[in-house]
């Protein structure tokens, strides 16, 4: 099957500093991908989508100064957190889809980076 | 407007036994997915299963089959032989263009 991969896995930052996370689709072409947040014993909340190329789709109530989105290649994607601060500590996961070929557009999902802000 | 609801926050069923997650979805489109995934405690998300809104038949995937009732608009997992193994956050979502996740249920599979 279609790997996914985040780097880093874990990150713990200072409060104020920038903080970027890496997704990449290791053995296939991603033309979109998107960035979910989960805390703790929660959903998977979609933040964002990105095109290859083109800007990326925020969904209502995440702010794009904040998390910015770079969807510069079709194999990479990062997302950068802002100014990152205490209430910014989840779970980040990506995820991509070849958006060819597939009858259900499934999306292969990231492992995860875990990010906490002192 | 899209919706996926999961009334089950928590689940126990006996090592062996089968059991089933409730997932129920709202949607305007006529062409949908429905997917199951678990999440462990590693975070990871592993796909289980999908169901084609025009699949007529019920999805199965080894221990894992898909209960689609359209008109219901419900899509519930079930289980067969559970195993400790499958003790887990279970998560319902839909799909268009993007998906929806549902609020998760957490199996707990006792020996």
């Known amino acids: 099957g279609a790997v996914v991969s985040q780097h880093p896995s874990r990150v713990i930052c200072k409060s104020g500093t920038s903080v970027k996370i890496e997704c990449r689709s290791l053995?296939?072409?991603?033309?979109?991908m998107f960035w979910y947040r989960q805390f703790p014993k929660q959903s998977l909340m979609l933040m964002a989508t990105?095109?290859?190329?083109?800007?990326?789709?925020?969904e209502q109530g995440v702010e794009k100064d904040k998390f910015l989105i770079n969807h510069a290649s079709l194999t990479l994607s990062t997302l950068t957190v802002t100014s990152a601060h205490p209430e910014d500590s989840s779970f980040y996961i990506c995820s991509a889809r070849s958006g060819g070929g597939q009858g259900y557009n499934e999306q292969f999902f990231g492992p995860g980076t875990r990010l906490t802000v002192l | 407007a899209q919706k996926i609801t999961q009334t089950q926050p928590g689940m126990f069923v006996q090592e062996k036994e089968a059991v089933t997650l409730d997932c129920t979805y709202d949607t305007s489109d006529q062409s949908y997915g429905l997917f199951w995934y678990k999440q462990p405690s590693s975070g990871e998300m592993i796909f289980l299963i999908y169901?084609?809104?025009?699949?007529?038949q019920n999805a199965t995937e080894g221990r894992y089959s898909l209960n689609f009732q359209k008109a219901r608009k419900s899509a519930n997992l079930v289980i067969s032989a559970s195993q400790l193994g499958d003790s887990a956050m279970y998560f319902c979502a839909l799909s268009s263009y993007k998906l929806i996740f549902g609020s998760g249920t957490r199996l707990l599979v006792r020996p």
């Open positions: 990105s095109n290859e190329g083109s800007k990326a789709t925020y």
């Open positions: 053995d296939f072409q991603a033309t979109t």
């Open positions: 169901q084609g809104s025009y699949d007529e």
